[in-house]
């Protein structure tokens, strides 16, 4: 199991999502419900929203609420518990077993209430949901879930049917650009940057950070390597190496994250068999966390790479003013030279389809290069 602790401020508090913060208002006034259900595309604000209303939820008739809303925004109150699935991919039956299903037929510890948070329930198998729904269904009276996803579409239909839907709308670009200028981000960056994340507030954040703008070079060199003339080896294969070093250097960081928290735990905890058993279970974490990493900067890296071509389609067009970010597309066409856009289109597709393949475990080294090999002979000079 992963608790979170007290997250970084994002964009996209409930000041962002009028019509989830009525439904939560109308919702509190008349009685919460037992599961909640927040859906709408990543970085829009649905963890920040889900700890607030945890907080009102465990405020509610207590005897201190602004510190027990302290804590909660801390992480530390003892009647709230915020779950991460611990697979690389998926939620695993001991993510809910003890934290959720035993947890959730014990009382609260001071409040009148347990709160349960899960992240990313997609990510939920047959075997996970069945575990959870009897909670769902007849929690105690004291029991209240929020469930969080990205994609509502991927939710089993036995957990959708069973929880009161709260809906995230993508974040508006001009409400991101000006929060990103407040921040010190020049003008034009923040604007390009609230495009490119495409609602999610956390992403153009990220994107703006000097790491973001690293990674955007990468994926530059990447783009620029495929418009080239020359040959695949000379121009593909070194191209992509940047974003995969990138990303495999933030699964060496995951990992060594995952180490201290091991390293602090072992010194208090005494030589024997349970030793050896948590070490291993450290390790297993390690593993995951370390491969979570990898797969999320691939996975930003190639939808940049998607969304560049995506721009160069609308200069090849004439449609400049419609390119995300249109001053990076523009001085990519004047290097590269005309192209077809269709070809442009399709070399989108591509890049989409390999940022998809990466749930399946597939071979990040492999899967780069052939893409880079197929983005030369679709869009590559002659």
């Given amino acids: ?33 037992h599961a909640y259900l927040f859906h709408g595309p990543a970085g829009v604000g649905k963890r920040t ?19 027990v809303r302290r804590r909660v925004q801390h992480g530390v109150h003892p009647d709230l518990t915020w779950v991460r699935p611990t697979g690389a991919h998926v939620m695993r039956t001991e993510d809910v077993d003890g934290p959720v299903v035993a947890a959730a037929t014990r009382t609260p510890f001071e409040s009148a209430r347990r709160v349960f948070v899960l992240e990313s329930v997609e990510t939920m198998n047959d075997e996970v ?7 769902l269904e007849e929690p105690a009276a004291f029991v209240h879930l929020i469930l969080l ?9 036995t957990v959708v049917s069973r929880c009161q839907l709260v809906r995230f709308g993508p974040l508006p670009a001009p409400s991101i650009a000006a929060a990103l200028e407040a921040d010190g981000v020049p003008a034009d960056r923040a604007a390009a940057c609230a495009r490119l994340a495409m609602g999610n507030g956390a992403r153009a954040r990220f994107l703006a950070s000097e790491e973001g703008e690293a990674l955007r070079a ?6 620029g390597a495929a418009l080239a003339t020359g040959t695949p080896e000379a121009a593909a294969a070194p191209a992509w190496q940047g974003l995969l070093d990138r990303a495999k250097k933030r699964k060496v960081e995951a990992e060594a994250q995952v180490g201290e928290t091991r390293d602090a735990r072992l010194e208090t905890e005494p030589k024997g068999r349970d030793r050896g058993a ?35 389609v609308c200069v090849a067009e004439g449609a400049d003013a419609a390119a995300l970010d249109p001053r990076r597309a523009t001085a990519l066409a004047a290097a590269a030279g005309p192209r077809d856009p269709r070809s442009l289109r399709e070399a989108a597709e591509r890049c989409e389809q390999v940022r998809l393949s990466l ?18 002979s679709l869009v590559g000079s002659s």
């Avoid at 509190?28 to 419900?33: N, W």
């Avoid at 945890?54 to 008739?61: F, H, I």
């Avoid at 990468?218 to 783009?223: A, E, H, N, S």
């Avoid at 749930?359 to 030369?376: C, F, K, P």
Wanted: hydrophobic share 45%; aromatic share 4%; net charge negative.
């Fill in 218 to 223: 990468d994926v530059d060199r990447l783009l």
């Fill in 149 to 157: 996803t990205d994609a509502i579409g991927q939710v089993l239909p």
């Fill in 129 to 135: 949901a069945n575990r959870m729904l009897k909670t």
């Fill in 278 to 312: 948590l070490e291993r279970q450290f390790e297993d974490t390690a593993r995951r966390e370390g491969r979570r990493a990898q797969t999320e900067v691939l996975d930003l890296g190639l939808s940049l790479a998607a969304l560049g071509f995506r721009d160069l």
């Fill in 1 to 33: 199991m992963s608790v979170s602790g007290h997250p970084r401020r994002a964009l996209g508090g409930a000041e962002d999502q009028p019509q989830a913060r009525m439904a939560l208002k109308t919702s509190l006034a008349a009685g919460p419900s």
């Fill in 49 to 67: 929203v889900a700890r607030a209303f945890a907080a009102e939820l465990l405020a509610e008739g207590g005897e201190d609420p602004d510190g």
């Fill in 359 to 376: 749930s399946l475990n597939v071979t990040e080294d492999l899967a780069l290069e052939a893409l880079g090999y197929r983005l030369l």
